[in-house]
């Protein structure tokens, strides 16, 4: 019973943050200061006490636009082997035509989305999708790209490219893809 | 306080709808969902002869709900059950006393169920029913069930719970709810809906509706809340939300990944998988109340998916820092993990039932993705499901039956099986592909 009681408490405040937490997520979000934990940094934001800032993240606004679009540049996506985060290939051009367009348009950002195939366990593929976005934007900083320019997200299996469920669907939703987003500073645009 | 514990008792859910149109916009107001189809694919070879007879319901009684019905459809679909269908039944009681034992002795029932189901005078229902075992002529159970009208499938589904805990000495799961995630459209304009529904998949309610991916629901311990992962801002984030009236909070929206809820048993912190910017998932534990965020596990391999031991007192989860996905456990307080599963080479997403005796996985088994069961004892480990895509098994909270997703020719749908293996379900959308259940607690 006591136990039940001090949900109730707990819903309470629930209730009152759910207010600000979902006003916080809309585009009009405020932007606190990083809350992410890193390596160097461990069991960080703690002093973010509270549902605002939890929901507000430090990533900015996601409205993405068109991007360059000149020869490589047109390639926004870099492809995997099975079971790797290696970029190969064609990937490595792309990549570095990406690299060198952001590093000279440093107001310029995107998003890196990792994603893998069906095969396996939902959130471990979540783990294996931003390992990914991450080998695509360690590559992107070595040649030049600043840290700001760059987000990342894992959607792991759970926006395939293709939805079949061969080897030919696998090999397209083992990818990367490179989003441009509306560059810092500069008010947001509807598509 | 008092309608608030009978409402929690039988878990309607007032104004839900409403609560959603608000918090999600008006896709909320056309979220109706036609309920899952269940076929039994497997079941015990002798299965117990049971006879469910229509209940009586006075006049304005019942709303035209078929309790008989629902207890029948319950029971069957255990797989350990076998109804004598209607049109053979001798009689039509609705007490214990008016039943003949001998007759339904003859029509081959073991066991007779009979009910009623009365308006009573503040505006609740009630429905009694008799168990009565026909060998022996002993009445087992009477027994009555009281809620307001909208909750008379719940009504019939303890029924259920109670019929099959006296016959077959475990606690039904029936008047329990399942969470799943529903995928509809083709890639890139995918739909994604959170939805909860009864665990026979009748019932089901919208949670929440997105563009984006939806993912990795998790009951709190009291059934009130579920944490989940939305993609809705384009990147991850945690969030929980109170089943009953859809209010919900963003919990972590951190750089990289916000992944893989659990509760804690007590239900006051949630345990996280965050990847920070730089893309190192770690396991961290959240205080719900004081926002205070521990780090749990701190290795450069993928640490994933926690599952709380019954007790608090550690914490199962996947991790790669061996080459390959193994699953270790760790202290709640953190420390050094110990390694839990060394057969084959790809061991993921832990679940423990609820009694901390059996831990429910994916493995993969000759290079296909299926459910497993290790006995946390011996360490023996059996293979469960027979799929090619098994994933995200979650146990009933009667330790005897898991529901996990599976991949048929395309199709993603859902599955039951029992830990003993031999009684089995499927559970299909009549659309799109549904994935990612998770059962939840018995009602209080």
């Known amino acids: 019973m006591a136990h039940q009681q001090r949900m109730y408490r707990l819903a309470t405040l629930l209730v009152l943050a759910a207010t600000l937490a979902v006003g916080a997520c809309g585009p009009k979000a405020p932007k606190p200061s990083s809350a992410a934990p890193t390596e160097s940094n461990p069991g960080a934001s703690s002093e973010g006490a509270n549902a605002a800032n939890a929901a507000g993240g430090s990533l900015g606004s996601q409205e993405e636009i068109g991007g360059p679009q000149a020869g490589l540049l047109a390639t926004r996506i870099v492809y995997f082997d099975f079971d790797s985060a290696v970029i190969k290939g064609q990937g490595v051009d792309v990549v570095a035509a990406h690299a060198k367009y952001l590093s000279a348009n440093s107001q310029q950002r995107v998003r890196l989305e990792g994603n893998t195939d069906e095969r396996g366990s939902r959130e471990y593929n979540i783990g294996l999708g931003d390992r990914r976005a991450q080998a695509v934007r360690r590559a992107l900083l070595l040649q030049g790209v600043s840290e700001g320019q760059i987000t990342t997200v894992s959607y792991g299996e759970e926006r395939p490219a293709d939805p079949g469920h061969d080897e030919a669907a696998w090999a397209k939703n083992r990818r990367v893809e490179i989003v441009y987003l509306t560059p810092a500073g500069q008010p947001m645009t509807k598509p | ?444």
């Open chain 2, 1 to 444: 306080m008092r309608a608030q514990a009978t409402l929690n008792n039988w878990r309607p859910w007032p104004a839900l709808s409403l609560v959603l149109a608000i918090l999600i916009g008006a896709g909320a107001a056309q979220a109706v969902h036609a309920a899952l189809q269940i076929e039994i694919t497997s079941g015990v070879r002798d299965p117990i002869p049971i006879a469910v007879v229509p209940f009586a319901a006075a006049a304005g009684a019942g709303g035209g709900l078929d309790v008989a019905g629902v207890v029948q459809h319950d029971l069957e679909g255990s797989g350990r059950f076998k109804a004598l269908p209607r049109e053979r039944q001798p009689a039509s009681p609705t007490r214990a006393e008016a039943i003949n034992a001998a007759d339904w002795k003859g029509a081959g029932s073991d066991y007779v169920v009979v009910g009623r189901v009365a308006a009573l005078e503040n505006g609740t229902m009630a429905v009694d029913f008799d168990l009565v075992n026909t060998l022996t002529g002993v009445r087992l159970a009477t027994q009555r069930f009281t809620g307001p009208p909208g909750a008379l499938r719940n009504a019939a589904h303890r029924v259920s719970d109670a019929v099959y805990q006296k016959i077959l000495g475990v606690r039904g799961a029936f008047a329990t709810r399942i969470a799943y995630v529903s995928v509809d459209g083709a890639p890139p304009a995918q739909h994604y809906q959170l939805i909860v529904a009864d665990a026979d998949g009748e019932n089901p309610h919208l949670i929440l509706d997105s563009r984006f991916p939806i993912m990795s629901p998790a009951w709190s311990p009291d059934g009130q809340w579920l944490a989940y992962v939305s993609f809705e801002s384009k990147l991850s984030g945690v969030y929980v939300q109170l089943v009953r009236t859809g209010e919900r909070r963003l919990v972590s929206a951190r750089a990289g990944i916000n992944g893989a809820p659990a509760w804690s048993p007590d239900g006051r912190k949630l345990a996280l998988t965050l990847g920070g910017s730089s893309g190192n998932p770690d396991i961290y534990v959240l205080d719900l109340t004081s926002q205070s965020l521990t780090r749990l596990t701190d290795d450069p391999a993928i640490d994933t998916e926690a599952e709380w031991a019954p007790d608090g007192r550690s914490l199962y989860f996947t991790s790669d820092r061996a080459g390959s996905p193994q699953i270790y456990q760790v202290s709640a307080s953190g420390g050094h993990p110990r390694r839990i599963t060394f057969e084959g080479n790809y061991n993921a997403r832990p679940r423990v039932s609820a009694d901390g005796t059996e831990l429910a996985m994916v493995t993969l088994d000759g290079g296909n993705y299926r459910i497993a069961v290790q006995d946390l004892a011996t360490g023996a480990v059996r293979s469960l499901s027979h799929g090619r895509l098994d994933e995200s098994p979650s146990f009933a909270p009667n330790g005897a039956t898991l529901i996990y997703s599976q991949r048929e020719g395309g199709r993603g749908s859902l599955a039951t099986i029992s830990v003993d293996g031999l009684t089995g379900l499927r559970l299909k959308a009549q659309q799109g592909v549904i994935c990612d259940p998770a059962w939840g607690p018995f009602g209080t």
